[in-house]
């Protein structure tokens, strides 16, 4: 049966650059209809009933397109067999949320960050970050024992978005002589910081803050701090706030 679900679902405000579709023959044309409607094929896959399955990205997120056998008809939607079980998952994890993810993680290596942590760690971890932020100040003191046993490298994508001086602050952070030296002692402080913002942000800061915050709207995050890491799998995933204790050893891996 097709399972009909509301379109866009999934990575909700996520919009990345779209992921061409390897594939050599034409589109049909009941399939070129619903790219005009701002759907992107991003590749093709079998399916059972006579359908052909059609992988697409809808507003940065994942929808499966299943052509009926005549080729005049497209349904929207996951495939359930008779037990019930999703036929469409698979096919949209590996043709649109593993490149997805992959493009992701390749744009935070490539933001502005400051480093919190060894470079050679085995788990890196980016957080989306904001000088007066207290929950990110919470994670930062969370965090410690991964960081200071060389296990984890948080990688602090600035942001300045909570008061009138976060950008400011963020800016006077970047541009201190030891970045990693000057984060790690206001975090340390907490509200006893004494953290000055810069009164004026030279344009390449400034350029470099407003594109953090621009990456941090696109990849589906309101509020700081918004943590990004790569499960056992590989797997993209994030984390909004900072975490449960229950929840730090998912994040950062064995203590």
Known sequence: MIQFKPLPYLLAGVSLLALPMAQAEELP??????????????GSF?????????AARYNGQGMALYLTPDGEH????SLLDAKGEDLTRAHLEKLVYEPLGKEMWTRM????????????????????SDPNC????????????????????LRHIMVGMLRADSAGKSAALLSARDPQAALNEHEAAGKASKLKPLEKIPTALEKQLTDNLMLMSELGAQATPAIFYLDDNGRLQQHQGAPRPDALDTIMGPR
């Open 109 to 128: 290596e490539n933001s502005t960050w400051i480093a919190d942590g060894n470079a050679d760690a085995p788990r890196v971890i980016y957080m989306f």
């Open 74 to 77: 497209v349904l929207i939607g």
């Open 46 to 54: 079998a399916a059972p009933g006579g359908l052909k399955g059609y």
């Open 29 to 42: 044309e009941a399939i070129k209809a619903v790219e005009a409607r701002g759907a992107e094929v991003v």
């Open 134 to 153: 207290p929950y990110c100040n919470m994670f930062w003191k969370q965090a410690r024992p991964w960081v200071e046993s060389g296990k984890v490298q």
